[in-house]
């Protein structure tokens, strides 16, 4: 199974949305009826991503013996699964050559990876951060969540931080977030991150 992570930060006199997500404030246009109207929008300003470094290759399927269960915790090397299939069958219908394993790897190790990535992109700290958002349905625990511990071990200050649990439009979700914190103006700078690690809980 193959994982993926992406951020989104925020910074400055931005907001940010999107895959690790900062995002800048701008002024709209002056309607001049009674008043100018201050228009507060979301931008991008810094991605990154973590992958795991175990690779399992359509070749490494093949030799796979059927009757076993995927292993995240077998050593590396061939790992024993369900499995009767071939490099062609795979590539033909999924054009998929080979898949990253999260073996041994906890969901808030990539998603720390991908902060980190995302943040030095954007050229801010976790210190300036007003929100983390993180979006998984593979924490490694309920409590405390993914978000949480993504705070700490970014050393970001004690601010907002909590998971969205929503599988596929997850990230879609805490992107959508993000932004409404930055246009109701209660955020400036946020972190949108998406970590899964599913390999650990399917054959």
Known sequence: MTIYCAFIIIVGEYFVNLTIVAFPRFLGERFGLFRSVEII???????????PDFVLTNAMLEKMVPGFRVSATAPDGVIEAIVDTN????????????????????????????????LADAGITAEELDLILVSTCSPDTNTPNTASILQDKLGARQV????????????????????????SGKAKTVLVVSAETLSRIVD
């Open 160 to 183: 907002g931080a909590f998971d969205i649990n929503n599988a596929c439009t997850g990230f879609v979700s805490a992107t959508d977030i993000a932004d409404s914190y930055i246009k």
């Open 41 to 51: 929008n979301s931008k991008l300003i810094g991605t990154g991503a973590c992958i």
């Open 87 to 118: 490099d062609e069958w795979i590539v033909q219908r999924t054009g998929v050559r080979e898949r990253r394993i999260a073996k041994n790897t906890h969901t808030w190790e990539l998603a720390l990876g991908a902060a980190q990535d995302a």
